[in-house]
């Protein structure tokens, strides 16, 4: 079984997977690398070249090949959830977990996050974007998590009982 971490921007993912996998013993897959593997661009670079259509093309292609592993930890862009046969794919042998985090916290994480990245979101409207998207996390999870006051080790400690619990 797979562990999908889905979310929007700043809620904490590529930490939290990159931990779990960790101790989970468990491989890491990051939608940002196997993009980068495959374009040699950036996903920034790659939809300013592209476009936003092709990058969502794309995504679905990763997603369906990546489906098909087992016991890895998914770290997925904010978008996967923007077109359900990602969802399907995920689903099929993948326990998907929404992290999700206060308006606060987004704005302070991502102000914080990689230099530059991403320029062209809204700070001041952040919650109205995200709220176009959080319809969409919460019906493909089958768990939520609010990231905003947990550390990273809480998070992982939460997801491990969520999967003990599928087990029994």
């Not at 862009?77 to 689903?91: A, C, F, G, P, Y």
């Amino acid at each position: 079984m797979n562990i999908a971490l889905i979310g929007f921007r700043g809620t904490g993912k590529t930490v939290i997977s990159r931990l779990l996998a960790g101790v989970l013993d468990k491989k890491l897959v990051s939608m940002d690398e196997e993009i980068l593997k495959r374009t040699k661009l950036s996903p920034e670079k790659f939809v300013k070249k592209y476009g936003w259509d092709k990058f969502l093309e794309l995504e679905s292609e990763i997603v369906e090949r990546i489906s098909d592993l087992d016991d890895c930890i998914f770290d997925t862009s904010h978008s996967i959830v923007l077109r359900n046969e990602n969802i399907i794919n995920l689903k099929k042998n993948s326990l998907v977990m929404f992290l999700t985090s206060d308006q606060k916290t987004l704005i302070r994480r991502i102000k914080g996050s990689k230099p530059g990245f991403p320029k062209n979101i809204d700070l001041e409207n952040i919650g109205s974007i995200f709220k176009d998207y959080e319809s969409r996390y919460i019906s493909a999870a089958d768990y939520t998590i609010d990231t905003s006051s947990l550390s990273p080790e809480e998070i992982c400690s939460l997801i491990a009982h969520f999967i003990q619990m599928e087990l029994q």
